[in-house]
């Protein structure tokens, strides 16, 4: 049953982390151990931007060793062999209207199944906002939550005393290799207080249960919902938010996060009370990005904290000596890399790249691993330089991924570095400084 022990989990949990922790600089997880109840039946509610990362992030976290079932789009369940997977990996079908109408019917089988998976204290997640986001902000929150978890709740008089958790998962740069990662537990949603609620009016109980896990989501994740000037939001985070963590949030391990929520609220206030000041923060932001543009760069890169002449010789010299390694990494993994463009390819949407990239790194780099290991022991005969080349092919192959990135980024500090140079930081640090 869905709700017990599955080994297929606890062997994706292993393989998961490993590819996780390789593509990710650093992983933040702040409020788990004060809102997260071990003993009580918990549903997750994580806003939604990373594909499949978002879940995988879950199964890294955790649980105090219990196994999260997930609730997912019913679409991805299409081929045999991938649902056998999935349900391995505790994850539940939730038909929509797009599926057909005749599907709907069977949602009722899994919200019973729901049901029982809370009534044994195991927990689930679901994504609230039913599709994914690529964008800063929160989409509406949809009525699939308070719908599984108060007529469960509903049936045993309100005593299993389940817990809604919401979840504000943040990504510094989500398509980036090597970047950060923020996991951000909520405090609890005790469903127990709709009780009498429910019992007068169902509908209202769900609607009111509904708003509240929307305002709290809204509380915790980076919401930058004027998305007319999303741009300019994104464009204010990358120049100051490191500097308000620095100055305002130091010592706190969700750092970067509180200060973008504080750059965006900042903002809104603006918005909302001063339209003259707001417009001409929008004017002077647009012309910072246009200087660095024109000369090359983007909002990503440290303007504002130039690397010396020096310190990017001294990295180019290690990164040219290090390079025969990354060589050796990048023609060894030429067949996975190759599948891996092809499979980007076949995704439209850019945001399912990161899990594309993931997915291949955990699946083909060691399946090569092993067959091209295997190829060089039987040409050689010598089962001792196979085993060699079994460690060395997806040590060095990463190892390359790391070089690249190395390499990007001393050539665009270099590019930085010129152009200090040639340009009046004071002008450019007053069009995008926020307070």
Known sequence: MIYNYDPRYTI??????????????????VGKRENVSKKKPVIFAPNHRNALIDALLFVYSGYWNKQVVFLARADIFKQKFIAWILRGLRILPVYRIRDGKDNLEKNTEIFENAGRILKKNNPIALFPEARHNPKQSLLPIQKAVPRIVLPTEAQYDFSLNSQIVPVAIYYRDMFAFLSDAYVRYGTPIEVSKYKNIYAENPHLAVNQLREELEDALKSMVVNIWNDEYYNQYQLAIDFNGDRIAKEMFSGEEDDF?????????????????????????????????????NNGLNSKDDILNPKSKLNIIARYVVLTMSAPIAFFGFVNAIFPILINNRLYGLFKDKQFIPSVRLVSGLLFIPIFSGVQSIVIGSITVNWLLSLVYFIAMPATFYFACYWRKWLKKASRDWKVSEFVKKNDLNVLINNVLIC
């Open 12 to 29: 994706a949990q292993f393989f998961t982390s490993i590819a996780l922790r390789l593509n990710f600089r650093k992983f933040v997880f």
């Open 257 to 293: 996060v509180q200060a973008a929520q504080y750059i965006v609220k900042r903002l809104d206030d603006m918005f909302e009370n001063d339209r003259e000041a707001f417009d001409n923060k929008m004017a002077d932001i647009n012309e910072a990005c246009s200087i660095i543009e």
